[in-house]
C-alpha cells in the first residue's frame, strides 16, 4: 500500500472518530462511569492488600455498594480485608463547653469483595473491538519486532490490558483477537509517539493519541470499533478539540502502520 493511500485511509477514519466525540458519551458508557463513581478508590497499600488475598481480582467493592449495584455477595463468601481510616472524637473533661472536641484519626478493618463473589445484574463495561483480525495480527507483531521492541505479557498493572515500557510492550494474556490487535497498536502507538522530547505532558492527550492510533488502524483491517474508541478517549476526558490539537501526529502514526501491515501481502503479489 502506497503512503497515500494509507494516508487517505486515515483521514476518512480520524474523521468518524471526530464525529462519535462530537455526539457525545455512549449510553453504556455513562452507565459505566456511573459504576466507577460508586467504587471507592482505594490507596497502594489496600491493592497490595487485595492482590495479596485474590491475585485475580478485578472489580472490590463492599457488601452495601454491591447492593446499590444490584448484585449481592454470595451465600459463604469470604471477605478481603482492607484498611480504613475512621475518625474518633477525643472526649476531654477539662475542656471548656464552646470548645469542640479533638479528632483522632485511626483505622480499622473493613472487608470486600470481588465481583466474582456476587451474582446479580452485569456490570456495564464500554463497547470492544469486534471482529477476527487474521494474519495481521501476526504481521504487527513483526513490525513492531523490526523497531526493535520486544513483546511479552509479563507483570501488567493492576486492571491494564496492555502497557508500553519504553522498547517493550507487555499484553495481557487471553484477550479476544480483535481485542488484542487493538491494544497492541495502542500501546505501539505510545512507543512511536511518547518516547521521545516531543511526548506530549497531559496524559489525556496522549491517550487520546494512541487510541485514535488504534482505531484507525483497527478500521482499516476491517475490524468493527463500534463505540469503543470514543468510549476509551472520553474515559480520559479527551474531547473533539484534544484529538484535532493531535491529528497530524496521529494521521502520520496510524498511516505509517497500516502501510507496513500490507507491505508483505504486496512484495508476494509483484512477485
Known sequence: MKAEQAKKIADQAL??????????????LTRYLAMLARFHKYSFGNVMLILSQMPDATHI????????????????????????????????????????????????????????????????????VNGDPGRHIDRLRSVIAERGIVID???????????????????????????????????????LLHRGD?????????????EAVAFVVCQAIGLENGTSSSD???????????LAASLDRIQKTAAEIIAALHAPNEQAHAA
Open 61 to 128: 467493592a463492599g457488601f452495601n455498594t454491591w447492593k446499590q449495584l444490584g448484585r449481592f455477595v454470595k451465600k459463604g463468601e469470604k471477605g478481603i480485608v482492607i484498611i480504613a481510616p475512621m475518625m474518633i472524637r477525643k472526649q476531654d473533661e477539662q475542656a471548656k463547653e464552646s470548645e469542640k472536641p479533638e479528632s483522632i484519626l485511626r483505622f480499622r478493618c473493613v472487608y470486600v469483595f470481588d465481583v466474582s463473589q456476587t451474582d446479580g445484574q452485569p456490570l456495564p463495561e464500554p463497547s470492544t
Open 198 to 210: 516531543d511526548r506530549p505532558a497531559s496524559k489525556t492527550v496522549r491517550e487520546t493519541e494512541a
Open 232 to 242: 476509551y478517549i472520553q474515559l480520559y476526558n479527551g474531547e473533539t478539540e484534544t
Open 153 to 191: 505479557n509479563d507483570d501488567l498493572p493492576f486492571g491494564a490490558d496492555g502497557v508500553s515500557r519504553g522498547g517493550r510492550i507487555s499484553i495481557r494474556a487471553g484477550l479476544a483477537p480483535a481485542q488484542e490487535f487493538s491494544v497492541t497498536v495502542h500501546e505501539f502507538a505510545h512507543e
Open 15 to 28: 474523521e468518524q472518530l471526530a464525529e462519535a466525540l462530537k455526539s457525545g458519551r455512549s449510553e453504556e
